[in-house]
């Protein structure tokens, strides 16, 4: 079966990283984030500095969380300034199952999100397109065995994007220019269709 979208090169991840940098609103919206994650409010020890970022990442990223309070003060409860410092694998999941009135939520993506923008070299942003983009290749190119819910296991999923790099002999790029790249690709090759 022939590739909708061709195996990752150093050219063609090159040339998305550029295409990132032309998109306006992307790159003041990231500029934004990252004045408040990295200046304003670096820390995760007060509920108003966890409700700034979730409710900005809400907004900018549509992640769909209805209940931005709750959602913060779980993060506020898990209290996760020491686990982002020592890289911890683990934390995305641990801050993604939020209970929500006595149902449990799992709000991944927002998490991976929320880890990202504390060290984006340490946590690569999972989102719908990056999966779609991670199973294609597994599909086409054999580069790892894995299955689909593995993807949302954050240890796993790692595991799955370094092995994805390897793969590919992308070791040049760090975590988060891979991530830019999965994104935008899926964004070219899998955009959805709204009625």
């Given amino acids: 079966m022939k590739h909708i979208h061709p195996p990752p090169t150093e050219d063609i991840i090159k040339d998305y990283l550029y295409k990132w940098k032309t998109l306006e609103k992307y790159v003041v919206q990231e500029s934004s984030i990252n004045l408040l994650f990295n200046k304003l409010c670096p820390e995760n020890k007060n ?3 966890i409700m700034l970022k979730a409710s900005v990442l809400n907004d900018f990223y549509s ?3 209805f209940d931005v309070f709750t959602v913060s003060k779980h993060i506020l409860d898990c209290n996760i300034d020491h686990d982002l410092e020592n890289k911890d694998e683990n934390l995305v999941n641990k801050i993604a199952l939020v209970d ?3 149902k449990t939520k799992n709000f991944y993506s927002f998490a991976s999100k929320y880890c990202s923008h504390h060290r984006p070299e340490v946590y690569p942003i999972y989102d719908s397109y990056v999966d779609k983009m ?3 290749f597994k599909e ?3 580069f790892y065995s894995f299955i689909k819910e593995d993807l949302k296991k954050y240890n796993r999923f790692l ?3 370094r ?3 390897h793969h590919y002999n992308l070791e040049n790029f760090t975590l988060r220019e891979i991530d830019v790249y999965l994104w935008l690709a899926g964004k070219d090759y899998f955009q959805k269709k709204y009625k």
């Fill in 63 to 65: 992640t769909n969380i």
């Fill in 140 to 142: 086409k190119d054999k």
């Fill in 47 to 49: 509920i108003e500095d």
């Fill in 100 to 102: 929500i009135k006595g």
């Fill in 163 to 165: 092995k994805f790099q």
């Fill in 134 to 136: 991670l199973m294609y």
């Fill in 159 to 161: 595991k799955i994007i």
